[in-house]
């Protein structure tokens, strides 16, 4: 196991996060060749599943991202084992543009209900491999920084438990409405941004203690982002 610090594999995890959130916009096209009386503003209006698709794959990978840094601020230390469970990571996260345009395409017609499977089930996987990272790095603290709160890695482990079920339900849902399955991923992309946002301010209430009382009014978790 290196002692070397994780600033390079975090490094090139945001790159893979950017990429993967850049190429989901290459499914929103410009409208060409309009039909007989329809104007543009009906065109655009008619892509909504697109706007749609776009926004909730953004608005998980962002939080997937923000998620992944706060595990970081947590882990001090890699060996293959992490690397690995990153990498696996990371495969979910360039999946993401294709059942996001598979989805896009096929939202209102037939083969919607497929691809509302193909997409839900891909986060699925995502949210295992973020267990699996985070088991890699946490089990008997074998990489966890030697300043970690033990309150937040707690808190970090409780929330990720259930996530690859929640993801479940939103699988489940799509065979009902895959609308509703797409804001039911909303949803879980809203809820996990807050046990991150929690475990932080857990993080630095800690240092805060353990700071002088006149040094306390300058660690205020509400006064700095976390991280």
């Not at 196991?1 to 499914?27: C, K, N, P, Q, Y």
């Not at 489940?172 to 046990?195: D, E, M, R």
Request: glycine share 8%; with cysteine.
């Amino acid at each position: 196991m290196s002692a070397e610090e994780t600033g390079r594999v975090e490094a090139f995890s945001d790159g893979v996060f950017a990429i993967a959130m850049t190429l989901l916009v290459l499914d929103m096209k410009v409208p060409r060749d309009l039909a007989q009386g329809q104007t543009l503003a009906q065109a655009l209006a008619g892509q909504w599943p697109t706007y749609l698709a776009f926004v909730t794959s953004y608005a998980t990978i962002l939080i997937m991202w923000v998620n992944h840094h706060r595990l970081f601020t947590h882990i001090g230390r890699w060996d293959d084992r992490l690397l690995f469970a990153n990498g696996l990571l990371l495969l979910g996260i360039v999946l993401v543009p294709f059942p996001t345009a598979l989805v896009a395409e096929y939202l209102g017609r037939a083969g919607q209900t497929t691809a509302a499977l193909v997409y839900n089930g891909t986060f699925i996987v995502i949210a295992l491999c973020f267990n699996l990272v985070w088991k890699s790095a946490s089990t008997n603290d074998r990489l966890l920084r030697a300043d970690r709160n033990p309150d937040a890695v707690r808190h970090i482990t409780d929330s990720y438990r259930y996530g690859p079920l929640f993801y479940v339900v939103a699988l489940v849902v799509g065979f009902v409405s895959v609308t509703a399955s797409l804001v039911v991923n909303c949803a879980l992309a809203v809820y996990f941004a807050l046990p991150s946002r929690t475990a932080a301010v857990i993080g630095h209430a800690g240092k805060a203690h353990q700071l002088p009382a006149s040094h306390q009014g300058q660690a205020r978790p509400s006064d700095r982002p976390p991280g």
